[in-house]
């Protein structure tokens, strides 16, 4: 198991693809969303190259953040997911990240099921920041992105409660 700060990350050198960008999906941390949960992921690609990630999960009273650790062109990096969840039809609960980036200056908040990097970005994002669907390649190089406070994404939370009259 990764411990904090053990992941690594190497350079893709591949086209920038959805099936290349490296992807994380809701359900493989539903059963780490307790206290002192933790774990790692692992990439291997056909030339050998391998990425990896640690992640733990804190918690923001009720609130379970997962926090993505790892190493990317040299600099540690750590990324305060929030995580929320939705009714489901039948009383129980569904599981999502909160898109943790902040795009030109405007926080994204989306609500998703699976998060990807890609070249030109080090973080994990929601596929919309990424560039990966509806804009073009160009566009989405062009603008900066910067890792959001977790502070910022739980300010974000607690508005939406708010509005949407939960607790
Ligand atoms: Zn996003």
């Given at each position: 198991m990764g411990g904090l700060g053990s992941g690594t990350w190497f350079r893709l050198s591949q086209k920038?693809?959805?099936?290349?960008?490296?992807?994380?999906?809701?359900?493989?941390f539903r059963k780490s969303l307790h206290?002192?949960?933790?774990?790692?992921?692992?990439?291997?690609?056909?030339?050998?190259?391998?990425?990896?990630?640690?992640?733990?999960?804190?918690?923001?009273?009720?609130?379970p953040i997962v926090n993505l650790e790892y190493r990317?062109?040299?600099?540690?990096i750590r990324i305060p997911v929030r995580m929320?969840?939705?009714?489901?039809?039948?009383?129980g609960q569904r599981w999502w990240f909160t898109c943790p980036l902040i795009?030109?200056?405007?926080?994204?908040?989306?609500?998703?099921?699976?998060?990807?990097?890609?070249?030109?970005?080090r973080y994990f994002g929601?596929?919309?920041?990424?560039?990966?669907?509806?804009?073009s390649c160009q566009e989405a190089h062009s603008e900066e992105r910067r890792v959001g406070t977790i502070e910022g994404q739980l300010e974000y939370l607690d508005a939406l409660k708010r509005r949407e009259g939960i607790e």
């Open positions: 920038d693809t959805v099936e290349r960008s490296l992807v994380l999906a809701v359900k493989d206290p002192y949960g933790s774990g790692s992921f692992t990439w291997t690609w056909g030339s050998g190259a391998q990425a990896s990630i640690g992640y733990s999960v804190t918690f923001h009273g009720d609130c990317s062109f040299g600099q540690e929320q969840t939705t009714p489901t039809q039948f009383g795009v030109g200056g405007v926080p994204c908040q989306r609500r998703v099921g699976k998060l990807y990097s890609s070249r030109w970005s929601c596929r919309t920041c990424q560039g990966l669907t509806y804009r």
